[in-house]
């Protein structure tokens, strides 16, 4: 296998031309699936491989655990420089799982901070909390979820806008947002060539919410307003900080999004046109690079268990 046995760890840079196109020609519903499906492969594949490194470099160590045939020269031989690249592998899968335990410690912090917020609040699905600061988020939940807003925000919106604000809230809550956003962090966590990929699924998201709103006011203009004045007003708050998970996106280019025309809502543009060819080579590339690691991981699973006595 020799140095391709490294691949699947630089292999998700071939993510980033796909980011950039389905971000700018997909649908944004289409956009953020399929580029959370590429990074959960990949973010995958290179930490599997990453562990399957260090065992194979640290096998041979005196007094460890592992079969002894892990240690044998053949075995060595699948993974160049083996000590070293095994002995590097530790700390970076401890970086890896540290990173993972932390963002799901957050995450659950902040949900549980906000659910105390609400505490005393009647359970309609919008729940309006007392406060001058303006700011709104969607909270999701086991059931149904809830849309948390600020009184200062309601007083910055009219009756419309906030129509506008609370379908897109809605949408967040309905297409489970907050689990494509979840995964995209694990990801980016796992390897930090993936983090283009957490940016790029983070906006698509947005802009998705933004589209399904627009649909359900029926005024693009009204909606790319409302982006407009709840981002401008819009202030830190210690509830809002559950948004981290829903970042709003570059707000200029969801605005300019919403006052061009509706995007295609196919699923895939035809193949025949330049965007459609672009995009499928794109693909190809990713879904090549996907290939080559679980190809690496099983090469590697297999002389590991060619060794392992029985």
């Not at 399957?52 to 045939?69: C, E, K, R, S, Y």
């Not at 075995?75 to 070293?84: C, K, S, T």
Request: hydrophobic share 50%; with cysteine; glycine share 4%.
């Amino acid at each position: 296998m020799g140095v391709f046995v490294f691949l699947p760890l630089v292999l998700p840079l071939s993510a980033w031309p796909i980011a950039r196109l389905a971000q700018r020609r997909l649908h944004p519903r289409t956009a953020t699936r399929l580029l959370t499906a590429v990074g959960i492969v990949l973010a995958v594949s290179s930490t599997l491989c990453l562990a399957l490194i260090m065992v194979v470099g640290t096998a041979q160590l005196p007094g460890n655990p592992l079969p002894d045939g892990w240690s044998d020269p053949e075995v060595r031989e699948a993974v160049p420089y083996d000590e070293v690249a095994g002995k590097v592998a530790i700390p970076a899968l401890i970086v890896v799982t540290v990173a993972w335990a932390r963002t799901l410690w957050r995450h659950s912090r902040i949900r549980r901070q906000a659910e105390r917020a609400l505490t005393g609040l009647p359970s309609s699905q919008i729940a309006v909390l007392p406060d001058e600061t303006p700011y709104a988020y969607a909270l999701p939940s086991r059931d149904r979820g809830r849309i948390v807003v600020s009184t200062g925000m309601l007083a910055c919106l009219d009756s419309q806008e906030r129509e506008a604000l609370f379908a897109h809230e809605r949408t967040h809550l309905t297409a489970h947002h907050h689990r494509f956003l979840l995964a995209a962090q694990l990801a980016a966590r796992a390897n930090p060539f993936l983090r283009p990929l957490k940016t790029a699924i983070a906006f698509s998201a947005e802009r998705w919410a933004d589209e399904a709103a627009a649909h359900t006011v029926g005024d693009r203009r009204l909606m790319a307003r409302t982006v407009g004045k709840a981002a401008l007003v819009s202030r830190p708050a210690v509830t809002r900080s559950f948004a981290g998970f829903a970042a709003p996106g570059p707000v200029p280019r969801r605005v300019q999004a919403l006052l061009d025309p509706a995007p295609d809502t196919r699923t895939w543009p035809p193949a025949y046109t330049a965007v459609g060819l672009a995009l499928w080579m794109a693909a190809a590339g990713t879904a090549a690079s996907a290939l080559s690691s679980a190809n690496a991981t099983v090469a590697l699973v297999s002389v590991l268990h060619a060794a392992t006595p029985l």
